[in-house]
């Protein structure tokens, strides 16, 4: 009686973990708390901070263009005075100011603001590479945490089947080797739980660090699944990502300095003016007797020797070509992660279906060996034989679930 009533604890607990495990992989949409981490990650991390300086940065350098020259201003005294008919020159005093030419300083606006526009592209790009860093990291800790529970589910099952064993080793129905095969059994799951522990901390500890905030332990949800259609996704997503409008937005930067690089090989004016201080002639008087001498001034720069400008809008064709060329380059390689991670995410799939499948028909075998046990000897070698396998499934099937989410973090970085 005391073998059956173990026979029967093992099989309601069968159905406790079974539950359990329905639990674990049952249809969620509550992204909720994955959504808050995202969110105080991009709102912490040092990474976004930086960036985002880095852009008022370059906001500021377009205030920085809009200024003339330095206003130049001049004294002298004269040691050897000059005499003139209505006195000795005695100081010169003089002031200018160089103008670009007109629309010279607009150029430098535009240049200034679409290296702007380039730089707060970059902190789009920040984000959405936290972003990624954030989920696949969520997803691992995932992973880490189910393994444990299921780990956690078999030790306890062990244990009765080691209670089952005990008893049948006193009635003479099993050998005291078969107790100690479970043993050895709850031995290697003890391991294998210390190691997933270990690598819980390290990873929560990578998570703490990109919300930058103290360690603390990381909360993940309970229930997640795979949906069960895959998602329909557009190539033509691609063509949007942030990582290409960089190029987009240097592409018009380099036109823009262009324009600027043209407005600086026109003319320069300069206006001003140079006053001279006469002493009056001693002992005469005449009309202006030393009246002092105002010059206004009007400058001309020509850039005659323009080597300089043409060379530099050759280099600036030069850099469009070399722009044309990383974006292609870089256009190829999102293509082929987004193609191989979509692959991935249906091989996910595949595994944790077929996984789903192997769980099922391993427990039933289980089922048939516990029911032949009520009229015959229970074969211990092949029901941990099933168990096992019963604990790699369900192992294969977390990593199905944990794959399947990395792989659409990077679907959604690529194509949203």
Not at 373 to 395: G, M, N, P, R, W
């Amino acid at each position: 009686m005391k073998i059956q009533h173990s026979i029967f604890k093992i099989q309601n607990f069968k159905k406790a973990i079974c539950f359990c495990l329905l639990l674990i992989f049952s249809v969620t949409t509550n992204a909720q708390l994955l959504d808050n981490y995202i969110q105080q990650a991009i709102e912490n991390n040092p990474k976004v901070k930086a960036v985002e300086l880095s852009y008022k940065g370059a906001q500021e350098k377009v205030n920085e263009a809009n200024t003339l020259p330095n206003t130049e201003f001049g004294a002298g005294y004269f040691v050897s005075e000059p005499e003139t008919r209505t006195g000795a020159q005695k100081a010169k005093v003089s002031v200018r100011q160089m103008m670009p030419w007109f629309g010279t300083i607009t150029a430098r606006e535009n240049y200034s603001s679409s290296l702007a526009d380039a730089a707060y592209v970059d902190i789009v790009i920040a984000k959405r590479q936290l972003a990624l860093q954030v989920t696949q990291t969520y997803y691992q800790l995932y992973a880490l945490k189910n393994k444990q529970k299921i780990i956690q589910q078999n030790l306890k099952l062990l244990s009765t089947y080691e209670d089952l064993a005990l008893n049948a080793v006193e009635v003479n129905k099993a050998s005291s080797v078969e107790v100690l095969k479970i043993q050895i059994q709850q031995n290697e799951l003890n391991e294998q739980r210390e190691l997933l522990m270990g690598d819980e901390l390290a990873m929560e500890s990578k998570f703490n660090n990109l919300l930058n905030q103290e360690e603390q332990a990381i909360m993940v949800e309970d229930s997640i699944d795979i949906p069960v259609e895959e998602p329909m996704l557009s190539m033509n997503d691609l063509e949007l990502h942030p990582e290409l409008e960089k190029y987009d937005q240097l592409f018009l930067s380099i036109k823009k300095s262009a324009a600027l690089n043209n407005s600086e090989s026109l003319p320069s004016v300069g206006i001003g003016v140079d006053y001279i201080a006469v002493e009056e002639r001693p002992n005469m008087n005449f009309s202006d007797n030393g009246k002092d001498i105002f010059i206004p001034m009007l400058a001309v720069s020509v850039p005659i020797f323009n080597h300089k400008f043409k060379s530099v809008e050759r280099q600036l064709n030069l850099q469009q070509e070399e722009l044309k060329a990383q974006k292609e380059y870089r256009k190829n390689q999102l293509d082929s992660q987004l193609k191989e991670a979509l692959q991935q995410r249906i091989s996910a799939r595949i595994s944790y279906q077929t996984q789903q499948k192997n769980i099922t028909q391993a427990k039933d075998a289980e089922d048939i060996l516990l029911r032949q046990y009520e009229t015959s000897i229970l074969d211990f070698q092949e029901v941990l034989a099933i168990q096992e396998l019963q604990h790699k499934f369900q192992l294969k099937q977390v990593e199905a679930i944990k794959n399947y989410y990395l792989q659409t973090a990077i679907i959604n970085y690529l194509s949203n």
